[in-house]
């Protein structure tokens, strides 16, 4: 069986400092990954995504993300959060399906 | 990435009443797929839709309930029967895209009220 777990329902950052979005994954075989985000009243935009190579991955927005096979994780990064940032962020696992974490409400404050 | 429209962006209904989605992408697509975003919380699969076969559907959701036509490489509905104020969400459409076949993209969704 598949599934992603977030373990942050929210989080609030001050505009300018960083911030992490943590990310676990069950899944058999290797995984291919990937981050959403939908900000309010919108559907939702692909931000990056993992398949194989380089661990660390880069995507739009100044996001970035780490796999850790060893510790199941896919955690999304990004150094200096601006206000635009404040959304709800989804991450995801591809097996059979693509299977979607609970999300992630960043609030940014000023 | 493929362009994704949905029509209507928004709707309030009678319970009842049946309300018919459209997908609409600007490139063929093989593979099309509908998600439901109940309030507050994450994207559930409803059905796979591939043009000239049946609709795939999910544990819990069923064709009676949830009609899918899908009529050609471009274009889907999703319709919403017998509503009920349950079945207020938001109704997303979503294609793999880009020459990839892992990689899913999505349209803005229809936000359903029932009343």
């Known amino acids: 069986a598949q599934s992603v777990t977030q373990p942050d329902i929210h989080i609030t950052v001050s505009e300018g400092a960083s911030l992490e979005l943590r990310c676990n994954y069950s899944y058999g075989a290797t995984p291919y990954l990937f981050w959403y985000v939908q900000s309010p009243g919108q559907g939702l935009q692909l931000l990056l995504k993992y398949f194989s190579g380089d661990t660390l991955v880069q995507g739009i927005k100044g996001f970035e993300a780490e796999f850790k096979r060893s510790q199941s994780s896919f955690n999304l990064r990004k150094p200096s959060v601006h206000w635009s940032d404040a959304a709800e962020y989804f991450c995801a696992v591809k097996g059979y399906k693509l299977s979607f974490g609970a999300g992630t409400t960043v609030t940014v404050r000023a | 990435s493929a362009v994704i429209s949905q029509k209507p962006s928004r709707d309030i209904c009678q319970r009842g009443t049946s309300l018919t989605i459209q997908c609409q992408v600007d490139s063929q697509v093989t593979m099309m797929f509908w998600y439901r975003q109940q309030p507050g919380q994450s994207l559930t699969l409803i059905a796979t839709a591939n043009q000239g076969s049946e609709a795939t559907y999910e544990s819990g959701f069923v064709i009676d309930k949830f009609p899918i036509s899908r009529p050609n490489l471009t274009f889907s509905t999703l319709t919403v029967s017998n509503m009920s104020p349950e079945d207020s969400s938001i109704y997303l459409c979503?294609?793999?895209?880009?020459?990839?076949?892992?990689?899913?993209?999505f349209g803005p969704g229809t936000r359903l009220t029932v009343l």
């Open positions: 979503s294609v793999l895209s880009g020459g990839r076949t892992d990689t899913q993209y």
